[in-house]
């Protein structure tokens, strides 16, 4: 298991927050590592777990990335309309906890003066195509909490247990 974040994440309230450019900036930084992680250890069995921006960074990093299982969570979208879009053979996963914030914010991508603004398509929608995880009550900040219905499955992904991810 290792917690990766090597790129400069926007902070919550902020401009930078609304576009994908540290995305862009993250999904090079994580294609990099995760080659590292093959390079190392050609066996390893590589699993992605995306929380919020992150997700957003983990749609734009997915094409042609060596990685098993992709679970984004709490996500505001991941700058795409559907899953095809990400032209990725990983499963992908998607959950959002009944108390996440992260539900009221609208699923839309305007282009403003060259920029894009919001992420897309909600991709715990059934059409955008990932797989569906429960994730309980989970609040935003609450997707690891220990014991939580939603690191439970997040675990079952990260292990390739498929099979015993609950989505109810």
């Not at 777990?49 to 709490?74: K, N, P, T």
Request: aromatic content about 8%; proline content about 3%.
């Amino acid at each position: 298991m290792v917690a990766w974040l090597g790129y400069a994440a926007p902070k919550t309230i902020s401009t930078v927050v609304l576009t994908t450019g540290r995305a862009e900036d993250g999904a090079r930084e994580l294609r990099g590592f995760v080659s590292s992680v093959e390079r190392l250890n050609s066996g390893a069995r590589v699993s992605l777990m995306c929380h919020s921006y992150g997700s957003v960074v983990c749609g734009r990093a997915a094409r042609g990335l060596a990685v098993a299982d992709i679970a984004v969570y709490g996500s505001p979208g991941t700058a795409a309309d559907s899953l095809a879009e990400w032209g990725t053979t990983a499963r992908v996963w998607a959950g959002q906890g009944e108390r996440d914030w992260i539900a009221h914010v609208p699923n839309v991508s305007v282009s403003v003066l060259g920029t894009t603004i919001g992420f897309g398509a909600d991709p715990t929608s059934r059409d955008f195509g990932a797989r569906a995880f429960a994730t309980g009550d989970a609040g935003h900040s609450d997707y690891l909490a220990p014991h939580s219905v939603s690191l439970k499955n997040l675990a079952r992904i990260a292990l390739g247990a498929a099979s015993e991810v609950t989505d109810d």
